[in-house]
């Protein structure tokens, strides 16, 4: 039975390995869990998923392959009842609250295990057996306050338990990010060499010299690995990313820890003549933009962060900034520093279903020659293979 679980996972997409399939036997034939359906999962899935972002799919495949009520109560009778009140808190409305209280959970939860009992057959419509279409407190595709939707899909969105929900859901890789996901992404750009004083052992080397050495100890140094990769991250402020500021703050802070060299600076909607570093002085401490471009050598990795979303103007005309009235055109600029460093990426925080109602935003990616991706983990990690390349 559970070879074709492991082909379903497979063919779900999720990355499991013979190695982990055997492992799961093992620990079955060990007897490490009671027999229900509900202990199997997460042992199952403590095995074979190495990955958080597969445990949507895990439970898809999980729902699909042990569907039906028989399995869950092939081997333990008993519903569980707490993870029922449980759920009851976060999923029902006061109204449903209130008229599940009428009939009661110990009332509800016999009468299913009696149902389950003297049913034989598939019933449709009615309003005692477990079926489909009526009203009985048990089944799926009817109408019940009180009841506990067995299989199939919701009708009234009122059923007191939903046996196939996935507690996973929200993990995937379209998710908007957190500091410690960011962190795993922006990973895949650093690049390691060993530069500095020799301040750490190395093992290998000593070891090698201390046999050639008849056995007397030759400890031999190196020096320390580090990320020797260079950002320039250049982060719009203000206006329309003030709806952003929560995930530009991760994006940021994630940035700063994983890139110990990396430099920033703050625009406005475009990139002109000058940036800054610090809002609050930004009229008073300004950067030129052509000291940025001659200071950072060309094998800088640029990484713009914005919205990209305003006027056309501000990036086509000069003068086009709201702020000031600018000498050369913002497309210019973005041109120039596409130039100058060859590596560069525009993240952005708005949601990518909406870019395509957003003529700036197609503008900008033209200028950026497409490479502009979503603030997600998969946005992310194409991004920084972009970089990498």
């Known amino acids: 039975m559970l070879i074709d679980f492991f082909f379903t996972l497979k063919d779900a997409k999720v990355p499991v390995s013979i190695k982990e399939f055997l492992m799961l036997l093992e620990a079955l034939e060990q007897g490490l ?5 509900d202990d199997f999962y997460f042992l ?6 190495k990955d958080e972002a597969h445990f949507d799919k895990f439970d898809k495949a999980f729902g699909v392959y042990f569907r039906g009520i028989e399995t869950i109560f092939e081997k333990r009778p008993e519903i569980p009842l707490d993870w029922l009140t449980k759920r009851l808190e976060r999923e029902l409305t006061d109204e449903q609250k209130a ?4 009939f009661g959970y110990d009332k509800l939860m016999d009468r299913l295990r009696e149902l389950l009992n003297e049913q034989k057959e598939r019933h449709e419509g009615g309003s005692k057996w477990i079926g489909t279409g009526g009203t009985s407190p048990f089944g799926h595709g009817g109408t019940n306050p009180e009841g506990i939707r067995i299989g199939g899909n919701g009708g009234n969105r009122s059923a007191v338990k ?8 929200d993990y995937d890789a379209e998710r908007e990010l957190g500091t410690r996901n960011i962190k795993v992404a922006l990973r895949r750009l650093r690049k390691f060499a060993r530069q500095g004083a020799e301040e750490e052992l190395a093992l290998d080397a000593t070891i090698k010299a201390t046999a050639n050495n008849a056995g007397y100890l030759d400890i031999k140094m190196q020096p320390e690995r580090k990320n020797n990769i260079k950002v320039l991250m250049l982060l719009d402020v203000g206006g329309t990313m003030d709806d952003h500021i929560a995930q530009t703050e991760e994006l940021f802070s994630a940035a700063k820890t994983e890139f110990k060299n990396m430099e920033f600076f703050y625009f406005h909607n475009c990139v002109y ?3 800054w570093k610090n809002n609050r002085r930004r009229h008073a401490e300004k950067f030129p933009t052509w000291d940025i471009l001659r ?3 060309p094998d800088t990795k640029l990484i713009f962060v914005g919205d990209a979303t305003m006027s056309p103007y501000e990036i086509l005309q000069p003068g086009g900034s709201v702020e000031y009235n600018n000498e050369e055109a913002g497309a210019v600029w973005l041109q120039r520093f596409a130039s100058t460093f060859p590596k560069y990426i525009w993240l952005n925080p708005e949601p990518e279903g909406l870019w395509q109602y957003r003529q700036s935003i197609s503008v900008v990616r033209q200028l950026m020659s497409n490479r502009m991706l979503p603030v997600t983990l998969e946005g992310l ?4 293979r972009l970089l990498s390349k």
């Open 99 to 102: 008229a599940i209280e009428k």
């Open 295 to 297: 200071k950072y050598p």
């Open 33 to 37: 869990i009671s027999m229900s359906l």
């Open 273 to 275: 003549d000058y940036l």
């Open 381 to 384: 990690e194409r991004g920084m």
């Open 44 to 49: 199952a899935r403590t095995i074979l998923v």
């Open 162 to 169: 939903v046996w196939e929900e996935r507690s996973f859901k």
